[in-house]
Nanobody, 121 residues
Framework: QVHLVESGGGSVQSGGSLRLSCTAP????????GAWFRQAPGKAHEGVAAIDIYGRTNYADSVKGRFTISRDDAKNTLYLQMNSLEPEDTAMYFC???????????????WGQGTQVTVSS
């Protein structure tokens, strides 16, 4: 069992930036495949960015050029740097992980509790 903990959410104005972090306390193995999903009220989970064990990344078209996913294997931590935030980015953001590369499909085995991101215009 992998317990994921997100942090870094908050409220910003349009055009602002936030960096989300995701750790796996007590998990001594490296997270092979990780991603960030988001869910706005009344909408389904949306895959935002994914990263594999080699550092290769995938992004949703809606965030390309604005968001960057990265990983620090020494700290077993995933990051999501979000720049040029827009009100449409407002959602609960979830960190996910698995030993299978699901890319941006919501089929990851392990999910965090989420951190809220709110962008005001």
């Amino acid at each position: 069992q992998v317990h994921l903990v997100e942090s870094g959410g908050g409220s910003v104005q349009s055009g602002g930036s936030l960096r989300l972090s995701c750790t796996a306390p007590g998990y001594t193995y490296s997270i092979n495949y990780g991603a960030w999903f988001r869910q706005a009220p009344g909408k389904a989970h949306e895959g935002v960015a994914a990263i594999d064990i080699y550092g290769r990344t995938n992004y949703a078209d809606s965030v390309k050029g604005r968001f960057t996913i990265s990983r620090d294997d020494a700290k077993n931590t995933l990051y999501l740097q979000m720049n040029s935030l827009e009100p449409e980015d407002t959602a609960m953001y979830f960190c996910v992980a698995d030993n299978i590369n699901w890319l941006l499909l919501p089929r990851y085995k392990y999910w965090g509790q989420g951190t809220q991101v709110t962008v005001s215009s």
